[in-house]
T-cell receptor, first 114, second 110 residues
Framework: ETGVTQSPTHLIKTRGQQVTLRCSSQ?????VSWYQQALGQGPQFIFQ???????GRGNFPPRFSGLQFPNYSSELNVNALELDDSALYLC?????????????FGPGTRLTVT | GESVGLHLPTLSVQEGDNSIINCAYS??????FIWYKQESGKGPQFIID?????DKRQGQRVTVLLNKTVKHLSLQIAATQPGDSAVYFC?????????FGAGTTVTVRA
C-alpha cells in the first residue's frame, strides 16, 4: 500500500452544505495534491500544497479550499456543495526530493451530493 | 492547452499475451509522461514514467515509448497477467501537477 490514508471513505451531503475531507500521508512527504475524479474519467487536479502553502491550483472555484498541517496531514474543504461535486476525491503525496511523477495516492473519499 | 487522451476506452487481452495501450498528448512542454494503474476501489498507482527527452524506458514487464514527432505515448505490458486487469491512465507532469487522460480499461481473459 501507499501509506496514504483518507477519511471518510464515503460521504453523502445535501446541495448547499459544506464538507471537509481528510488525508494523511507519510513522514517526509511534504507535498500533497488533491484531485477530483468523476465517474469514468481521469483525476482532475484541484490544487497542491507544499510546506503548508498553496503551490498551484487547477480550474476549480474558490469554494474549493485546503489546508496542510506540519504532521503531514491535509484537508480539502468544499463550500456550497453542488450536484456536480459528486465524485471520488483523491489526495496524493510526494516524497521530498524525489521524482515528481511518482505520486502516492490514497484510496479516495466518495462524495455524493443530493 | 493541456490535453492527454487515450485512443481506446477498453482493451481485452488473453492471459500471457502482450498488451499495448496507447495515448496521444498535445502539450509538448511537459517534463515527464507517466502511466498510472487504477484498480477498483483504489487510488491510482504509479507504474512507470519517461522524461520528455527520452524515447524509451523499460521497467519490470513494462516498457514505455514516447514519440514526440506524433505526440504519442504507449505502454507495453509483457506476458499480461490477471492482476493487470485495471484502468490505465496516461498523464503528463509539469511543476508537480499531473494531468490525466480518460483511461483505458484492460480486461485479461483467462
Amino acid at each position: 500500500e501507499t501509506g496514504v490514508t483518507q477519511s471518510p471513505t464515503h460521504l453523502i451531503k445535501t446541495r448547499g452544505q459544506q464538507v471537509t475531507l481528510r488525508c494523511s500521508s507519510q513522514s517526509g512527504h511534504n507535498t500533497v495534491s488533491w484531485y477530483q475524479q468523476a465517474l469514468g474519467q481521469g483525476p482532475q487536479f484541484i490544487f497542491q500544497y507544499y510546506r503548508e502553502e498553496e503551490n498551484g491550483r487547477g480550474n476549480f472555484p474558490p469554494r474549493f479550499s485546503g489546508l496542510q498541517f506540519p504532521n503531514y496531514s491535509s484537508e480539502l474543504n468544499v463550500n456550497a456543495l453542488e450536484l456536480d461535486d459528486s465524485a471520488l476525491y483523491l489526495c496524493a503525496s510526494i516524497e521530498s526530493g524525489t521524482n515528481p511523477s511518482e505520486q502516492y495516492f490514497g484510496p479516495g473519499t466518495r462524495l455524493t451530493v443530493t | 492547452g493541456e490535453s492527454v487522451g487515450l485512443h481506446l476506452p477498453t482493451l481485452s487481452v488473453q492471459e500471457g499475451d502482450n498488451s499495448i495501450i496507447n495515448c496521444a498528448y498535445s502539450n509538448s512542454a511537459s517534463d515527464y509522461f507517466i502511466w498510472y494503474k487504477q484498480e477498483s476501489g483504489k487510488g491510482p498507482q504509479f507504474i512507470i514514467d519517461i522524461r520528455s527527452n527520452m524515447d524509451k524506458r523499460q521497467g519490470q514487464r513494462v516498457t514505455v515509448l514516447l514519440n514526440k514527432t506524433v505526440k504519442h505515448l504507449s505502454l507495453q505490458i509483457a506476458a499480461t497477467q490477471p492482476g493487470d486487469s485495471a484502468v490505465y491512465f496516461c498523464a503528463e507532469s509539469r511543476n508537480y501537477k499531473l494531468s490525466f487522460g480518460a483511461g483505458t480499461t484492460v480486461t485479461v481473459r483467462a
